[in-house]
């Protein structure tokens, strides 16, 4: 009979005490392993935060500093830059910033893709040939954000975006342009543009309930939908009087008709009105008609109403003339000012300053996807361009069309006045001034129907001492 002895029952057998260290030592370093796998996630965890802090402190870097490069750079610290009348010195920090405020404040209209097809095609894209109703949609947003806000308004998340460096799309040739291949929208689209909600937690910086009503009402009247009263959709549709349509290319004079009309037709702004020159003149009494016309003949100089001026120009022939350069700076320096519908040869541009020999603009040329206005609470971003631009003056196609804005009679006469020592200043290069002002009224002009009203074609018959030149329509430019 085999015995046990107390000591083998107190502590088992060899083997069960070799057993037990085992297990033993593999529940040691099973917790070992767990406490190193919590440790291990918790550095991980560490290496995430900050890495999630080096990329806030990048683009915070991005956001303090990347516009002082970029304006450093881009444009000279020793000249005074002037966009839409307000002067900016970039010797000075604090303008810089200013100036950001008041670039990225400007609404941006682009090229578009995916939006409702336009009335009679089965175009869901204006990329390739709607560029200048673009610019002219921008000149109508600022208009429409001095007279229902004023200049000094700003976008307050214009301090929380980042310089992106971006790349137009190029014009297509006119052959190209119709029938649209269906590769045309995928064709059109650029590297795609980063938003600051990328790079930066995602915030809102809150400004007047009122005005955030109005900067988004007027992004709503600028949608690319049907029902939008100054959307792509709406100015096409207004261009076939005109005998264009959806695909054509636009001159800056026939967009000048059309913001025109879109304006008489519109309800959201009836105290607003549009007049386009005649024979580059502004008549004085039509203007004062449309300002107050119930009080135009009682002598009323306060009237409360407000006008958008659009004068349709060519400076040039087949080229921009140097001599109008002086008169231009002088108009951008103007608070009543509202930008310049032109461009460069096949490529329009909306030019809002300047500096030096040098243009700022803002380019539609950037085919972005479809917003729906209609959501309570759309994107903005893609609306505001946070990449300052800009050519040489010389390259400016000749045919443009300049916008002023008076909010009421004395307004108007305030604007008469600086634009008649303007236009005939000593110090001016030109031997005709850009347009003129007349008192009284423009006789009844009616064009044929389908053809627009070419401001230089009646006006080189008042200057015969310049070179014969077709109308303004033959140089209708993308």
Known sequence: MNSVSPASVQYGSPSSRRKTDVLRNLSAHQEQTKMGYQGAARDAETDEVDKLKSKLMTAWNNVKYGWTVKIRTTFSRLSPLYLLG??????????????QKDFVSRMWLTYRRDFP????????TDCGWGCMIRSAQML????????????????????????????PIRSSSPSNMRPFPPSLSASCQPSRIPTPWESLPHRRV??????????????????????????????????????????????????????RKALENSSQVPELSVYVSQDCTVYK?????????EDSLSGNKHGGR????????????????????????????????????????????????????HLIYLDPHYCQNYIDTSREDFLLESFHCNSPRKMSIVKMDPSCTFGFYARNR????ALCDHLSRVLSSPAAEEKYPVFSISDGQAQEFHAPEGLAISSFALARHKRSA??????SDEFEFL
Request: with cysteine; hydrophobic share 40%; aromatic share 10%.
């Open 86 to 99: 307000k002067q900016y010195n970039f010797r000075m920090e604090d303008d810089i910033e200013d100036f």
């Open 117 to 124: 097809a336009l009335e009679g095609t089965q175009l869901t």
């Open 285 to 293: 009494a039509d203007v004062e008609q449309l300002l107050d016309p």
């Open 410 to 413: 004395a307004d108007f006469g």
């Open 206 to 259: 809150l400004q007047h309930p009122h005005q955030e009503q109005i900067h988004r009402d007027i992004l709503k009247w600028l949608a690319d939908h049907p029902n939008a009263p100054f959307g792509l959709h709406h100015m096409v549709k207004l261009g076939e009087s005109l005998g264009k349509k959806a695909g054509d290319w636009y001159g800056p004079s026939i967009v000048a008709h059309i913001l």
């Open 306 to 357: 407000a006008v958008i001026i659009l004068v349709p120009v060519r400076l040039g022939g087949e080229h921009f003339n140097p001599v109008y350069k002086q008169c231009i700076k002088e108009f951008l320096q103007m608070p009543s000012f509202l930008g310049i519908i032109g461009g460069k040869p096949k490529h329009s541009l909306y030019f809002i300053g300047y500096q030096d020999n």
């Open 466 to 471: 310049m070179t014969k030149r077709p109308s």
């Open 140 to 167: 109508l947003a600022q208009a429409l954000l001095v007279h229902l806000l004023n200049r000094d308004w700003f976008w307050p998340e214009a301090l929380i975006t980042h310089f992106v460096e971006m790349d």
